[in-house]
């Protein structure tokens, strides 16, 4: 069956970088039409869709936050990785990776069950 | 702001039907993107609900339905329970933003 699962720091200081890591199972992100993505949630607010990476490894950010976010692959490894740099406490959140299937317009059918990040010094 | 608007809350007591209402424009639902549901309950991340519209994926009580028309979609629960207590937001995508973007959720009491 298909399973997502984040990890990575609860606590981040201001201004660092914050890495996360979505590790996957019951599919292969090198089969065509895959996709995972990134979203968060704020304590008590919104999701928020962060970035995409495709099978053939095509990568789609947030406008709003393009400048600061870079997604990644290890498909040996079934892992997609998020990196968002200077963090601020805005951005604390419980970020979600979760799977498409061909492209953005399509629902997430996975959900991993999300990592809180605290940004705080 | 969210690039799709929801209402805030919505209620109903057991047993009645309620919708919860999704407006885009005319670079998302009205460009004919397809419009999905999610139901997160608290403390657990969002699952799917309605997709394309108006599918249910398997295992969805087909007390949920949902629908769309020009640039709103709604989704409809009807025979309202306490476990259907929850966030609900929906999901499309924007062509000018050239991407995936989320309402802004509705919290569902059930009275």
Same mark, same amino acid.
């Given at each position: 069956q298909v399973t997502l699962r984040e990890s990575g720091p609860a606590l981040v200081r201001p201004t660092q970088t914050l890495t996360l890591t979505c590790t996957f199972s019951g599919? *292969? @992100? *090198? #089969? *065509?039409?895959m996709c995972v993505s990134w979203i968060r949630q704020p304590p008590g607010k919104a999701l928020e869709w962060l970035a995409r990476i495709d099978w053939d490894d095509d990568k789609y950010y947030s406008t709003s936050l393009k400048t600061r976010l870079t997604i990644s692959r290890d498909t040996s490894k079934n892992q997609v990785v998020l990196t968002v740099t200077n963090?601020?406490? @805005?951005? #604390?959140a419980t970020y979600y990776c979760a799977r498409q299937m061909m492209g953005g317009s399509k629902p997430f059918d996975f959900w991993g069950q999300g990592a809180l990040v605290t940004v705080s010094s | 702001q969210s690039v799709l608007t929801q209402p805030p809350s919505v209620s109903g007591a057991p047993g009645q039907r309620v919708t919860i209402s999704c407006t885009g424009s005319f670079s998302n639902i009205g460009a004919r993107y397809d419009v999905h549901w999610y139901q997160q309950l608290p403390g657990t991340a969002p699952r799917l609900l309605i997709y394309g519209d108006t599918n249910r994926p398997s295992g969805v009580p087909d007390r949920f339905s949902g629908s769309k028309s020009g640039t709103s979609a709604s989704l409809a629960i009807a025979g309202l329970q306490s476990e259907d207590e929850a966030d609900y937001y929906c999901q499309s995508y924007d062509s000018s933003l050239r991407s995936t973007v989320f309402g802004g959720g509705t919290k569902l009491t059930v009275l």
């Open positions: 599919f *292969s @992100l *090198s #089969t *065509s039409g963090m601020d406490p @805005l951005d #604390t | -």
